[in-house]
């Protein structure tokens, strides 16, 4: 499970390099700043349902499957 | 191109999601079957019945597996099936609200019931988002296999909801559960294409092509987008082939459609090459840009006639365009306020960088799709950082009002009405029945008849009447 995260992030981390080559522009830089404070305002409201009963939620979801 | 004159370019479309469904905090165990039970514990109580159809036009199920289930009302628009999805989402979220006090009596307080609009749980069981496209008959299999599956495999690259698999990331809910291309069965074997041919309209003229590979997704814009352009690739193919040709994009069939849709899963660049039945290889990318080329020659041609509706079909080759653009330049944060994958992969990497563990990050992918009691879609829409293209208030009304320019109107109608009153009554997609003074039958076999003919009239003439004997306000 760790691996998986770590390849998560080893291909995000690319893709933000990639980023900030292309812009670079201080219009964008601002931009980016608001999405960044926008992305913790989120992260700060979903921060306390997602340690709540995380392993409960992860693992006691199963189904029968259908269709 | 040669444009065939006097097509009729009106299509039909309905949207079947199977939602998935836990409950955590309890005191004691609580299976999927029990969820499912209490959420619909007050239907049954009126119904006496688990399988029910709306006063929106809409059916309303328990499925296999015990899978609430929601088939949107027949809808003339790619818009007006996005409509009735999302009604579909609330009442879903109202049947939670109902289970999460009946099931606290038993087992506590902290008792939280989840409704996951996604499409896998946890030891890997899949279930699907289906849509259904109304298709001119003339239009034959080997053709939806050759000229629209490629098309299917690969629009993932901006339909995908994402999904935090074995490997890491991937950008598909579905790819790693589906067998063959094209099929008549789903439970068995798990087909991209569904053809088991029960076309809920005049069967000399139509089809129901059914789709199954596709993932069930919280961002609006992409559920009326996946309608939208996969109704102008049908489109296209149906003109071709009333016009006599056969390969509107060219030979683009793909060797093996399971194995390109696990690939195209995997590489957020659109560019991993996918082997052709003909021989040589092409990328996703190419194949999307090939599609929305023949697309946008067509909207050129002809117009308003493409039943998207005006103005939205240049929104759909403008948002179609910026999707694969920003791909194409590895630029995948650019959709990530409206494309589910990237939107949550934006939240991925933002939890990573706050040192969040695996076990918090798998919760973060399945929050996402928690419509009863997830944070995180409601948190971007809160915060500016997702998109939506339908209001509230619209979504309020279609919790009750039926399409107005399908039969759904007439069915909707009559379930409205009968409901209020003591009298015998069912329905299904192509009939209505009433059992009063005297037995009406009414068969709506034509999809797109709205209007009201003798029979119809005099059934809910007599709805009318013993309404007023029942309820005389």
Redesign the interface.
Known sequence: MPQEFSRLSSSARSGQEQTEEDTGTAGASARARTQDTSLDSVLDDIESTLEDNAEEYVKGFVQKGGE | MDRAPGIDHRRIFGIET?Y??????GDGDC??GQVAMAMFRSLVERNRSTNIYLSNGARLYL?????P?YATAEALTPMDALIQDLAGERIMANLARQAGSILADRLGPGA?V?V?KNNV???G????C?ENYLLRRQVPLEMVRGQLVPFLVTRQLFTGAGR??????QLSQRADFLDEAVSSA??RA?PMVNTRDEPHADPDRYRRLHV?LGDSNRSQTVTWLKLATTHLVLGLIEEEVLAGRSIPFGDCALADPGAAMRSVSRD?NGRVPLDLEGGGTVSALDLQNRYWEACRAYIDDSGDQTGVGIPMVGKVLVLWRAALDALD?????DLADWVDWAAK????????A?G?????????D??YHDIA????YG??V????MRTLVDDHRIGEALRTPPQTTRARLRGNFVARAETTPLQWSCDWTRLVLQGNHRHEVRLMDPFAHESDEAYLAMMGELAQDRAVFDPV
Do not use: Q, Y
């Open positions: 199977e998935g469904v836990s409950l955590t905090g299976s999927a499925d296999v597996g015990s899978h289930e939280r989840h996951f749980d946890a030891r069981h899949s279930f699907g289906h935090l698999g074995e490997d890491g990331f789903t439970t798990r199954i957020r330049a590895g630029r995948w944060e992969l934006r939240l991925l990497k933002g939890e990573e706050r969040a563990d695996p076990l918090k990050a798998r919760r973060l399945l929050d009691s997830g944070r995180s948190a971007l809160r915060h500016g950082m």
